[in-house]
C-alpha cells in the first residue's frame, strides 16, 4: 500500500475542531462517510474518510473496533510482527468498557516506547471522545494493536 495519500489527507485535517459535542461540518463528512450522525463519536469515520480520500475502500464501520485487521498485523499482544509504517492504524482497548473504544493512524516511531499518531475524536490529553483532530504521541504498552489493510 503507497501510504503517502493516506498521511497526507490525515496531516491536512490536524487542526479540525469539532462544533457542539461530536459535530460540525467537517466532522459531519467524516461521520456520513461510515453512515454515522453527528453527535456519533467519529475516529472510526475519521480514519474511514480518509482512505475514501485516497479512492481506497477499507471495510470498517463508524466502530473503532472494525480498524483492527487480523488479516494484516502489524503489533498485537505488545509485539511487534513488524515495523509499522505511516498510515497504519492503531487501536486503543479500554478495560472498564471491555472493548476496543479509540483509532487513528500510526504516523512515525518517537522512540521505542512510544510513536506519534493523527487522530480524530480525541484531545491533548487521549481522550477517545474528543474535540479534534490532533497529532499526538503515544505509547506501545497502551495500544492494542497497529494493522494495516492493504
Known amino acids: 500500500m503507497d501510504s503517502s495519500c493516506i498521511t497526507d489527507v490525515a496531516d491536512s485535517q490536524i487542526g479540525v475542531r469539532e462544533i457542539g459535542e461530536n459535530g460540525g461540518w467537517r466532522v459531519g463528512q467524516y461521520q456520513k462517510s461510515t453512515g454515522n450522525k453527528q453527535g456519533d463519536s467519529w475516529c472510526s469515520s475519521f480514519v474511514h474518510w480518509c482512505y475514501l480520500q485516497c479512492g481506497k475502500t477499507i471495510p470498517t464501520n463508524g466502530g473503532a473496533y472494525s480498524n483492527l485487521n487480523y488479516k494484516h498485523l502489524v503489533y498485537f499482544n505488545n509485539k511487534f510482527k513488524e515495523s509499522p509504517i505511516p498510515g497504519d492504524i492503531f487501536t486503543i482497548y479500554s478495560i472498564s468498557q471491555k472493548r476496543i473504544h479509540h483509532t487513528g493512524f500510526y504516523r512515525d516511531k518517537y522512540n521505542d516506547k512510544m510513536y506519534y499518531t493523527v487522530e480524530g475524536n480525541t484531545n ?27
Open 124 to 150: 491533548t490529553n487521549g481522550s477517545s471522545n474528543g474535540i479534534g483532530v490532533f497529532k499526538r504521541i503515544r505509547s506501545y504498552n497502551t495500544t492494542y494493536s497497529i494493522s494495516r489493510f492493504d
